[in-house]
Structure formats: C-alpha cells, structure tokens
C-alpha cells in the first residue's frame, strides 16, 4: 500500500496546507464544520422543498408522512391519508432523486478535475452526455419510449451507451497510455460523434417523436420512482468510500502532477482509471434517470473549493452537498415560477449555474486556475 493512501497528512503537505499541527487541527474543524452545516442546509431545503406544490402539503403533514412511515401507522382521515400518498410516493422520490444526482454530478465532476488536472472538466467532458442522449433517442425511437424518467428502455438505452463511451475511452488510455490532455480531446471527439448521430435520429423522426427526444435532454426529476433512489443510493455507498481512501493520491495527482504522484509512490494510470470509471458510471446512472442535467458537475466542485479548499478529503464530500443543493433549489424554482407548471430542473440548473460560473471567471479567477 502506497504511502499516499496511509498517510493522512500527505494530502496537506502535497497541497500546500499550514505546516503547523494547530493550524492544521484549526483547518481540519473548519472543514468539518462546514460540511456538517452543508448537511443541515440540505435537510432543511429538502424539507421544504416536499411541502411544494398543489397539495397543500405543510412541514406538519411532511413530518407526521416520516413517522407515519416509520412507526406504520397511517392516518384514518382520508384526506390526510392522500396527502400522505402524494408526499411519500411523488414528492419525497423526487426530492431524494434530485439529492442523490445532485451529489453524483458534483462528485464526478470533482474527480474529473482533479484526474484531468483541468478546471473546466465537466462529467460530459469524456462524450457520457451525449452517448447517453443517442442511447435514449435510440430507445425513444426504437422502443416507443417515453421521456419520463421511469422508463426502462430509455434508462436502458443511456446507461448502454454511456458505458460503452467510457469503455472505449478508457481502453484507448490504457492501451496507449494517453496523458490527461489527449483523453479530453478523445472524449470531445466522440461527443461530436453521438451528438450528430443523436442529430441525425432528430431529423428524420417524426413530430411526437421528436418531442419526446428533446424533453428528455432538458433533464428533469419528474415521475421519479423509488427504485432510481435506491439504485443512486447504493451506488454512492458503494463508492465514495474508495473515493475518501483514495483521497490522499487525487490530491498528489491534481497538485504535483503525474511524475511527481509517481515518485510519491501513487500509481497514477491504475488511480486515474478506476477513478475515472467510477466517476463516468456516476454520471451514467445519473443522467439515465434524470436526463441532460449539465452545469451542477462544472459549478459544484468550484463553490467547494472556495469554501473548503482542495484536499479531496474534504472536497470530495462537500462537493456533494453543494451538488445537492443546486440541484434541490433548481427544483423548487422550477416548480415555483409557473405554478402549477413545472419548468424542467436542467433548464433551471443551467439559468441558475451559468451566471455563477461566470460569477467565478470575472471575480474569483484563482478558482478555476
């Protein structure tokens, strides 16, 4: 085992963290304090955002649905019974959905940074949106699927293609050992590839067709199903524990580079692989159940890092926070402005992560150097 994944400081010295053991302590509770907030703000934005919309739902109703379920004893008034339905069936899967992507969005997007040593990776960077677009046009196509994110053609279709993208990738950097910069310019190739073949399938499909295409690309959270929750949530427990162990040699990667990584003891192309694989099927999944949904994995990792700074021991988790927030916020707005309507959430999420970006070019430039 490499010294970079037994040694819990290594992170701070390759980063260039305060020598000092109190100052460090001092970081190191700042750090956590953070993120235990981020934590409270997710739970409260959660909650408010189950009480949006048409029921008329209340923190009181969102509450007793939670110890209704817990202690299995339903409610014998009718009405307050179909409250409980919408709340627990509709409004908790959504809101756990746009959780649980929001934060498997940032965390790839973190990864691919890091590994790519490039600020402006996206976890679209290596062509899985738009493989995942050409699968589910396909799928919409093929099987008569629809845009709803419950579909099993559709999800199958993203989830196939998108594999078989970061397959090809990854095959083609190990077998000829390609540097960071070549694997980005490899994944823009094949995104121009599968976005003009999803082009193509947009052009000779028919009008009802061609809807049910592009309302797929907008990204959306709607008729989530508590198998996608599920799904998302174990992958992540899955996950993110490798990802923390293997924090100390992302951060000897993302700060010394790959010669120096090395010299540190991190096998960096067996790190960069997994890593990337893991992140690539984090965003698979992801947008196989939500749709396009773009700026959450490019703003997130940035935000983080002006509040926590960049050892991935802590980047990688608040990351995931603020990838949740973003997209639990975009949510609610989308359903607030034209209510009853519903804007789609990766509409509101790019109207809501462009300005921010930009926000972060003119103003905080250290955060994308």
Known sequence: MSSTQTDPYLADAVSGEPGSSRRRRDRYAYQNGAIVLGIAAVIVTALVGIQIGTSGATLGHVLGTFYAKITATPPTERAALQIQNIIWELRVPRIALAILGGAALAIAGTLFQGLLRNPLVSPYTLGIAPAAAFGASLAIVVFGATAGSANIPLVIGALLFSF????????????????????????????????????CIQYFAQDEVLAAIVRWTWGSVNNSAWYQVLVMFALLALTLPYIRFRSG???????????????????????RLESIAIAATLTAVTIAFTGIIGFVGLVAPHIARLVVGPNHRFLITFSAIIGALLLVVSDAVGRLVISPGVIPVGIIDALVGAPIFLYLILTRQKAIE
């Open 249 to 271: 040699a992302l951060n000897a990667i993302a700060f010394a580079g790959d010669d120096s990584a090395k010299s540190l003891g991190v096998a960096v192309s067996r790190v």
């Open 164 to 199: 078989l993208n970061t397959a090809l990738v990854l095959s083609l950097a190990s077998a000829r050992n390609l540097n960071a910069t070549t694997l980005i310019l490899v994944g823009i190739a094949l995104s121009q590839l599968f976005g003009a073949l999803t082009a």
